[in-house]
């Protein structure tokens, strides 16, 4: 059997849509409770709710195309990291401070030569 | 002399046919494309290599091949029959999966969603090609573009069609750079190209990513529960990594366990290719139709995410909806890519992301639905 008379042989038509329909409404589900996550909690924890916190680049660099002023602007931001630093410690700490882009900025900042590497996973700023 | 030619007899050289040496030659170009192009080497590799295991021709009897009982390759082979290693991969998947830019942009998982259609459109066209039902949602499920969770559900619904689809699923996941782009740019616009997302960001409480693989469970597996072995692991595996208190278990699920049964997932799946039972013409439909599912899958994001736009004051940039199918980062990847070369400051990654993350729970999901369709 083949073509439409075997998709209704088999009750295709009825698969499709129903699974379709599932997962959908699944995912949409589950969209619609992560987007309204934070205000339970807030209500559960019943502490005051801080205004939304929002991204914003420092000043007016452009992080990506300026890594110059990337590397200067940063790297008084790390000095709790000691000397040598793994990258991941570097993200976490860009995380920490709400810095745009963490992941390409320390890729443009590694590209522009301003992560220097020092072998076992270790970075050092330029000097 | 009557003893050497026996020998002669028995080995590979004499035994092989064209069969062996055509497979043969796809097991080199699987490692010539991974190491030299470096396409998936994660997973064309050990594939690549596994199919040149899997087609030495040997003596049958001497419990060598991945199909005959008692052999070292069909003992590791089970954990693929099994469903073991799918599961583990998803384990660690979970533990490397950062789903804060989701939570952060919650109406992106419906592109998630949405790159699953292709799952459904290739499973009624398998079924008026003439597939059975169950081989049919097997081979749909390739439009998820998730290697683990084809095997996962081909295991359990069509254990004879491994080989086909899981060499498909990876090849298509592979080909992400070839297939997506064309599709992409000929569904959109450059204006809906240029679209850019906003930068700005909510911040994830900790609370939050701790909370979302319980509640991500416990709504999807209650869904389906036929999803329970994929995304069981996986949101337990997010929890360890969210909870901060396992690091050791999270760091070792997200590299020691998951690289484990990504080796021998691929080795035993590329070694289940037997020329003889892999060459049919049931494989050649398998891989027109699981190009067409991921074509349809990519396909699908994008118009849903144009549809989305007709509703939304702030408009979504289309090419996310390609990042929907679960190829997680392959796809998510290409998306920034594509973006970044109308728009060389369109930096589209972390939207992607949450789309892709969205993927892998929404195909798993569909996994879960097949399976219970088919136990009827």
Redesign the interface.
């Known amino acids: 059997m083949l073509g439409l008379q075997a998709i209704s042989a088999h009750n295709g038509w009825a698969m499709a849509i129903t699974g379709t329909i599932i997962v959908m409404g699944g995912l949409s589900i589950l969209a619609l409770i992560i987007s309204q996550l934070h205000k339970i909690i807030g209500f559960f924890t019943n502490k005051k709710q801080d205004p939304p916190h929002f991204v914003q680049p420092p000043e007016d660099i452009d992080v990506l195309n300026d890594p110059e002023a990337a590397a200067r602007m940063y790297k008084p931001l790390t000095a709790d990291l000691g000397d040598s630093f793994q990258l991941a410690d570097l993200y976490r700490v860009f995380e920490k401070k709400n810095l745009p882009h963490p992941h390409l900025t320390i890729s443009a900042l590694r590209d522009a030569g301003h992560l220097l590497p020092l072998g076992n996973g270790l970075f050092s700023w330029k000097k | 002399m009557e003893l050497f030619i026996e020998f002669l007899k028995n080995t590979g050289y004499y035994l092989a046919d064209i069969r062996y040496v055509f497979m043969i030659c796809v097991g080199i170009l699987f490692c010539f494309l991974a190491t030299a192009k470096k396409y998936e080497p994660l997973l064309l590799l050990p594939i690549g290599f596994g199919i040149i295991i899997g087609n030495i021709p040997f003596f049958r009897g001497f419990g060598l091949g991945i199909y005959e009982n008692n052999s070292v390759l069909h003992y590791l082979y089970f954990g693929v029959t099994s469903g073991l290693y799918p599961s583990l991969v998803f384990l660690g998947l979970g533990a490397m999966t950062d789903f804060s830019s989701?939570?952060a942009r919650?109406?992106l998982?419906?592109l998630?969603?949405?790159a699953?259609?292709g799952?459904?459109?290739t499973?009624?066209s398998a079924?008026?090609?003439?597939f059975a039902?169950k081989e049919?949602a097997s081979v749909a499920i390739i439009g998820g573009a998730d290697g683990p969770t084809s095997i996962f559900l081909t295991a359990k619904l069509a254990p004879q069609l491994i080989g086909p689809i899981a060499i498909a699923a990876y090849s298509y996941m592979a080909l992400i750079p070839i297939i997506q782009p064309p599709i992409m740019r000929l569904l959109t616009t450059r204006k809906e190209r240029l679209i850019r997302m906003p930068?700005?960001?909510?911040?994830i409480?900790r609370?939050?990513l701790l909370?979302?693989p319980i509640?991500?469970v416990i709504?999807?597996c209650f869904?389906?529960p036929a999803s329970i072995p994929l995304l069981g692991p996986f949101f337990f595996g997010n929890f360890m990594k969210e909870s901060r208190v396992v690091d050791r278990l999270a760091k070792t699920a997200s590299t020691s366990v998951i690289d484990t049964a990504t080796i021998f997932l691929g080795f035993t799946v590329g070694a289940s290719t037997q020329a003889d039972v892999f060459l049919t013409v049931k494989s050649l439909g398998i891989f027109l139709l699981g190009s067409v599912a991921f074509s349809i899958a990519t396909a699908s994001g994008i118009i849903f995410a144009k549809i989305m736009n007709i509703f939304l004051k702030e408009k979504i940039n289309p090419l996310l909806g390609a990042a929907g199918v679960s190829a997680v980062p392959g796809s998510a990847r290409e998306v920034h890519l594509v973006g970044l070369k109308e728009d060389p400051?369109n930096?589209l990654?972390m939207h992607a992301m949450a789309c892709n993350a969205?993927g892998v729970?929404?195909s798993a999901?569909?996994a879960g639905?097949?399976w219970s369709?088919m136990m009827r």
Do not use: H, N
């Open positions: 989701m939570l919650p109406k998982m419906l998630g969603a949405a699953q259609m799952i459904y459109f499973l009624l079924l008026a090609l003439g039902p049919a930068d700005t960001e909510r911040l409480s609370t939050e909370c979302f509640i991500g709504l999807c869904l389906a400051g930096y990654l969205s729970i929404g999901i569909c639905v097949l369709f």
